[in-house]
């Protein structure tokens, strides 16, 4: 006879949250989630000038896409980590009451047959009201994380953010737009990435695409090849395909006025790796400027160090090793199509961009005098 499972045992232990003090009241809170793949992340923050103070944070692998792509559902155990993660979530936004947030989750929810299952099932267990958000409204929270990275003398900018499940390029052109006004108009891109007439004194988007690749689905799909290299080859071969429909993949730019700017774990490990940093530091690698020659230095390195070399790297990290060399093949197929002599490295991403969205509508975001 099967024993009887002991009453609770499907029940997700309750989460411990700290007890340090509050921070005094000076500016309203703002809050802002990204559920992704893997990740589970949050910021808290305060506006201050033209740029927000971090008051709390947290950050933990969930793999909410975990075996998704061979069942296309989230599984028992991967909601049930994510809840837990969720949890603490909910008692920081509770501990600092926190009323201006946006929740969102991405391409595992989107793809995913039970995603208003688990929706719902977040709802009931946190309380927290998550949004699912469009590929398009991903992408342009990825390029308005990025204003402030945005130089004043480029007039073609290339946003790329390589994500879990997915990855988001936005092509955007600022030549119409005053030199000192450009970080700005990215961060007023319209909410539908509307591509705008040619004459427009704003920033106008020439045109984005979400690849359905990211850091761990392309890991899944060549996960069956044994051989270190010939994996990375085909990864890297299989994600430019999907580049082909993105209007700027034939055309030949100057590389002045053109920047390429990188937001992901991808790209802030590679500029770690490339720096030869054993602990990593953000205010070093946040607008570091790698060139193609160094990122490619830094894939030969991953590349001969082989799966246990890279295992034990410190500037790779135990977190980051499973999924590298996926992003790398997808950082790669980028520099094949567009080689330029500068990629700027961004430690931002979504949260960072609902933040700046959130402020910038409430209008507390101070511009600072030229």
């Known amino acids: 006879m099967t024993p009887k499972r002991p009453a609770g045992a499907d029940a997700i232990p309750k989460p411990v949250e700290g007890t340090a003090p509050l921070p005094s009241e000076t500016s309203p809170l703002y809050a802002a989630l990204d559920l992704g793949t893997n990740s589970c992340r949050m910021l808290i923050a305060r506006p201050e000038g033209d740029q927000f103070a971090v008051v709390d944070s947290f950050s933990k692998s969930v793999q909410l896409g975990a075996g998704l792509e061979g069942t296309g559902r989230l599984s028992r155990a991967s909601m049930g980590r994510t809840v837990q993660a969720l949890r603490i979530c909910q008692q920081k936004l509770k ?14 929810c989107r793809r995913a047959k039970n995603a208003k299952d688990f929706m719902r099932y977040v709802r009931r267990e946190t309380g927290l009201k998550l949004e699912i958000i469009e590929p398009k409204e991903e992408a342009r929270l990825a390029a308005i994380s990025c204003a402030p990275l945005v130089g004043r003398d480029t007039d073609q900018l290339l946003i790329v953010d390589i994500g879990g499940g997915s990855t988001e390029l936005v092509w955007v052109d600022l030549s119409p737009v005053a030199h000192a006004e450009r970080r700005q108009a990215i961060m007023q891109l319209r909410r539908n990435l509307d591509k705008g007439p040619k004459d427009s004194r704003s920033a106008r988007v020439v045109d984005w695409i979400s690849v359905p690749l990211g850091v761990a689905t392309l890991r ?5 090849v044994d051989d270190d290299a010939a994996r990375f080859a085909l990864m890297s071969c299989a994600f430019e395909e999907h580049l082909a429909a993105f209007k700027p993949y034939d055309l030949d730019h100057s590389r002045t006025g053109f920047q390429v700017i990188g937001t992901s774990g991808t790209v802030t490990t590679v500029a770690a790796s ?18 193609s020659d160094q990122i490619e230095a830094v894939i030969r390195d991953y590349l001969s160090l082989g799966p246990e070399g890279r295992r034990s790297d410190p500037r790779i990290g135990k977190d980051r090793q499973a999924l590298i060399m996926s992003g790398a093949a997808i950082l790669q197929a980028l520099m094949r199509c567009w080689p330029t002599d500068k990629l700027s ?18 209008g507390v975001l101070v511009e600072k005098a030229e």
């Open 274 to 291: 490339h720096l030869g940093l054993k602990r990593y530091d953000r205010t070093k690698v946040d607008g570091l400027a790698l060139t």
């Open 345 to 362: 490295v961004a430690d931002r991403g979504l949260r960072e961009g609902l933040l700046y969205s959130l402020m910038s509508i409430d």
């Open 95 to 108: 501990r600092h009451n926190v009323q201006n947030m946006r929740l969102v989750a991405t391409e595992a």
């Open 220 to 224: 899944d799909q060549y996960d069956d």
